[in-house]
């Protein structure tokens, strides 16, 4: 089942903070969060395989609600290089380690 | 970090014709490799999973007749678009996964004409 991404785009200013969101209707072995650049495979951000984690650095970081239907993506001080689509890709529990992928959440950073 | 990579980066073929894209781990061993097709502005769709030494495992609605998936080893699987057609023209992508989480290869670009 594919997960849910929202919003669907976002548009900031050099510096703001941008949440993008991922759930799912069941409960997931893991999430794995991708950003990609228009023509370039996705690259990759973090996993995330416990409820309630949270992790990545201070600028980037994600958190996996305590369910594991849910994760979050927190860009903050958004620099011009994050610019590009990010992906949820989810694994559900008992899978065969394949990732389906959200529809992706095109974020935009202006100057 | 994980290396995959994967060739060739783009491809143009005519109709009727098959295209073979090789996917190649560079310093890991990769029992199961995913294979990904990508239209523009859209999301990655699984189209099946590699596994080596045997028969790969297809998502629902994708013709495994039409794509041929081969892991012939650890480090190497191939997908090969048999009578590519215009409607198979996309951007293919491959991924392996190791203990690191999944890496993704460079994509290759068919454009069937």
């Known amino acids: 089942q594919q997960p849910v991404q929202s919003p669907q785009a976002v548009i900031l200013r050099e510096g703001e903070d941008a949440v993008i969101n991922c759930s799912s209707s069941?409960?997931?072995?893991?999430v794995h969060w991708y950003r990609q650049k228009h023509g370039e495979a996705p690259v990759f951000l973090m996993i995330?395989?416990?409820?309630?984690e949270q992790k990545g650095h201070y600028k980037i970081s994600a958190s996996f609600n305590e369910k594991k239907q849910q994760s979050s993506l927190y860009l903050t001080a958004s620099q011009l290089s994050y610019s590009g689509t990010y992906f949820c890709g989810t694994e559900q529990k008992g899978g065969s380690e394949k990732l389906v992928f959200g529809k992706g959440t095109k974020l935009t950073v202006n100057p | 970090g994980a290396v995959v990579s994967q060739h060739p980066s783009r491809v143009i073929c005519k109709s009727g014709t098959s295209v073979k894209i090789e996917c190649r781990s560079l310093?890991?061993?990769?029992?199961?490799m995913f294979w990904y097709r990508q239209f523009p502005k859209k999301s990655l769709m699984l189209m099946a999973t590699?596994?080596?030494?045997?028969?790969?495992?297809?998502e629902q609605g994708v013709e495994k007749d039409k794509f041929l998936i081969n892991h012939a080893s650890l480090t190497l699987s191939t997908l090969t678009v048999t009578s590519a057609h215009p409607e198979d023209s996309s951007f293919y992508i491959c991924?392996?996964?190791?203990?690191?989480?999944?890496?993704f290869g460079s994509g290759t670009r068919l454009t069937v004409v």
């Open positions: 590699s596994n080596e030494g045997s028969k790969a495992t297809y």
């Open positions: 991924s392996a996964t190791d203990r690191y989480g999944y890496t």
């Open positions: 069941k409960a997931l072995y893991s």
């Open positions: 995330l395989l416990k409820g309630g």
């Open positions: 310093d890991f061993q990769a029992t199961t």
